[in-house]
């Protein structure tokens, strides 16, 4: 096996992947939240109906994966789900979009 990605990942890294096109950003936090507030080029896939969402996960399967929520709190445990079922190339965005807001897009409301 390949050596596996770190578990975490920095909003300045998926800052520069997702500005080159280097990653699937899924945002799994819910729909009243994503209006809220959101990151441009995510793809909202709720935690609450990951259970539902396997066909349209696996097209994703040979892509690197870069998960996020609120906090990062169930981003991790997405993100843990994932890779124990063949996506290996899944990391979680460490702070969340609260750290996005705060340290990349300052126009990305915080809530």
Same mark, same amino acid.
């Given at each position: 096996m390949s050596n596996q990605l770190p578990m975490e990942i920095d909003v300045q890294e998926v800052a520069r992947l997702l500005n080159d096109?280097?990653?699937v950003l899924i945002d799994c936090r819910e729909e009243p939240e994503f209006q809220i507030a959101k990151i441009s080029? $995510?793809?909202?896939?709720?935690m609450s109906r990951w259970a539902d969402l396997g066909p349209d996960l696996?097209?994703?399967v040979d892509q690197r994966i870069v998960v996020?929520?609120?906090h990062g709190g169930r981003s991790l445990r997405v993100t843990k789900w994932m890779r124990q079922n063949g996506f290996d190339n899944t990391q979680n965005m460490t702070g969340?979009?609260? $750290?996005?807001?705060e340290q990349i897009d300052a126009t990305v409301p915080q809530y």
């Open positions: 096109g280097q990653i080029g $995510a793809v909202l896939m709720p696996k097209q994703y996020h929520c609120h969340g979009i609260q $750290a996005w807001s």
